[in-house]
């Protein structure tokens, strides 16, 4: 009610001590909470919260004074206090406050605002809280995945003169996807011939669970030893499966070896920078990228002896050592969590900010990575999305790094949803499951068992996948119209393609077939082998996403767009139509895609 305060205060009503004002200021009105001598001192509104719905939100948010003032939304259930998301408010500006939130049992709530900065005054407008409905949720899925995964393709039959043939048979089978998908493994796999064929069956792109770690190759100072990193990599290009650095440096005291907590300040800086150097420039352009500093933004390590600019010293030493491989931060909590001030979406943004300005690391090639471990609580959907979408205004690659689900919860349900949820947002350029056997078992979610059967997760993930069009090992089939034509959406990747009619000369050649988010003609010739083609790379191209912007569906007294700042559904439909052509010599290609 009165989201936008047009009438004043209907509607609304102090909570806790504070005082509450309406104000205007050229022509804009707003609600003010002054007098705060308690972090939950706010403005409230009473709503009736359903359990069957999910609640995206959003706000705009001001503070009296200062800058970088954490304000957070909250919902007062039955149940308990629950975060539908927090900004880094300023007093110059307004900011954007963009969340959400599910409940567990429907009943009345209470909406406030919370600041642990009680000098200031909170200042909102235009608040909105949009439900929606399992199968809205969904629908917008499934057609996320349609315009962000997928495209249509077009394809001809025709004879040597160019003349349409109907009722060809058209066969295409997927042989690799573009999106990366995989998952962690240890040195387990490397004389484990059916944990071999279970994990290359499935999975593109992988990261080791410890074996490139500084405490791993050289837990004995000067005395690097990367035999196994070695060997694992070479299994993995063996196999055509990417491999992501993990980790250059993590700043988590308890994961630094006794040799490097007892270095000063000056021999700290000389270890770190040999370390840096002697896993970059050894698997320089072997790795698709780098998680440089591992989780700076709720530890310290580093920083606490070398000063706060650390991180970003480290950024700059890895931009000279592999400029070329996107350099990612990598931390929990950022969409795990709505209440973990340290790693917010804006804090995680501030971060970024941080390192990139720094002198030096103003051209480096970054990228967002988020560690997705759910341990706490049952994942808030609605709150990941949003997150997801406040990062994306960094512009730069987004990957899920980590992805488990606790034990203590029902781990296939919420990895489905986990999964779904992520692998529909355009912004996601890779997932990578935190899944890897190893001698002790799992970090906490495995997916097969011992004998690498699948467990109930593992089955979740060959469903999607299947699902998802990136693990058939059989073609599909169709047929040509009248005018010799056949459209289908394929997901995008790799395919071989066999054409197959009465007057064919050679039905059994297989033509490559590339399906991609962005259209790149390369004109291949003109006699022999004619037409144009997609071009294509192994290493996922980072940053090169072709968008659509659009807005999603307004919410009550705002515009908070399921997708929202500017990842919304302005669906184009995107048709690439190819000729397959007969010629005198056999079946040859026309294609324009």
């Not at 909102?124 to 997928?150: C, E, G, Y």
Request: hydrophobic content about 35%.
């Amino acid at each position: 009610m009165n989201p936008e305060f047009n009438n004043g205060l209907k509607g609304w009503s102090s909570f806790g001590n504070a005082k509450l004002e309406h104000k205007e200021s050229q022509g804009n009105k707003f609600l003010v909470a002054l007098s705060r001598s308690q972090p939950h001192d706010s403005m409230s509104q009473k709503v009736y919260l359903q359990a069957d719905k999910l609640y995206t939100f959003s706000a705009w948010i001001q503070a009296s004074s200062g800058s970088g003032i954490p304000i957070a939304a909250m919902f007062k259930t039955a149940s308990g206090f629950l975060s539908a998301g927090q900004v880094i408010a300023e007093s110059s500006c307004w900011s954007m406050l963009k969340g959400g939130l599910t409940v567990e049992a429907s009943g009345d709530a209470e909406l406030y605002f919370e600041s642990k900065n009680t000098s200031v005054e909170i200042w909102v407008d235009s608040i909105s809280l949009q439900p929606f409905t399992k199968n809205q949720w969904k629908s917008h899925q499934d057609q996320s995945i349609a315009m962000n995964r997928k495209s249509k393709v077009r394809i001809q039959a025709v004879d040597a003169r160019g003349s349409p043939l109907p009722n060809a048979t058209i066969s295409i089978q997927q042989k690799y996807p573009s999106f990366p998908f995989g998952c962690s493994m240890t040195k387990l796999i490397l004389n484990n011939p059916a944990h071999q064929k279970w994990f290359t069956s499935r999975f593109r792109v992988t990261t080791f669970g410890d074996e490139m770690k500084w405490y791993s190759t050289e837990y004995v100072q000067g005395h690097e030893d990367y035999s196994v990193a070695d060997a694992m990599l070479q299994f993995a290009q063996q196999n055509n499966i990417a491999v992501r650095g993990h980790n250059v440096l993590w700043d988590d005291p308890q994961y630094q070896l006794g040799w490097v907590k007892s270095l000063d300040a000056q021999q700290l800086e000389s270890a770190t920078n040999k370390r840096l150097n002697s896993v970059m420039q050894r698997y320089k352009g072997k790795v698709i990228a780098w998680d440089v500093v591992n989780e700076n933004l709720h530890f310290n390590f580093f920083e606490s002896k070398m000063g706060p600019n650390a991180s970003a010293i480290f950024y700059n030493w890895a931009t000279k050592a592999d400029g070329g491989t996107p350099l990612f931060l990598n931390d929990f909590n950022t969409i795990e969590e709505s209440r973990d001030e340290l790693s917010s979406p804006a804090k995680y943004l501030q971060k970024l900010r941080e390192i990139q300005s720094f002198p030096g690391n103003e051209g480096g090639r970054y990228g967002i990575g988020l560690e997705s471990h759910f341990d706490s609580s049952i994942p808030n959907i609605p709150y990941i999305r949003a997150s997801l979408d406040t990062l994306a205004a960094a512009k730069v690659p987004i990957w899920i790094t980590e992805l488990d689900v606790s034990s203590h919860l029902d781990q296939p349900l919420y990895l489905e949803q986990l999964l779904r949820e992520l692998h529909s947002h355009p912004q996601i350029q890779g997932i990578v499951i935190w899944g890897g056997r190893g001698p002790q078992g799992c970090y906490r979610m495995c997916l097969t068992d011992e004998n690498f059967n699948n467990l109930p997760t593992g089955d979740v993930v060959d469903k999607l996948l299947r699902e998802w069009g990136y693990w058939t090992s059989d073609s599909d089939s169709f047929t040509t119209d009248n005018n010799g034509y056949f459209e289908a959406s394929l997901p995008h990747g790799d395919y071989d393609v066999k054409i197959s009619h009465s007057s064919a000369v050679d039905s059994s050649r297989v033509h490559k077939l590339n399906v991609a988010s962005t259209t790149r003609l390369t004109h291949v010739g003109l006699h022999g082998f004619s037409g144009f083609q997609l071009s294509h790379s192994f290493i996922p191209r980072f940053g090169e996403r072709e968008r659509d912007a659009g807005s999603g569906g307004g919410g009550v007294g705002g515009d908070n767009g399921v997708w929202g700042d500017g990842v919304g559904f302005g669906f184009g439909e995107r048709v690439r139509p190819m000729r397959l052509g007969f010629m005198d010599n056999g079946i040859k290609e026309f294609f324009f895609m």
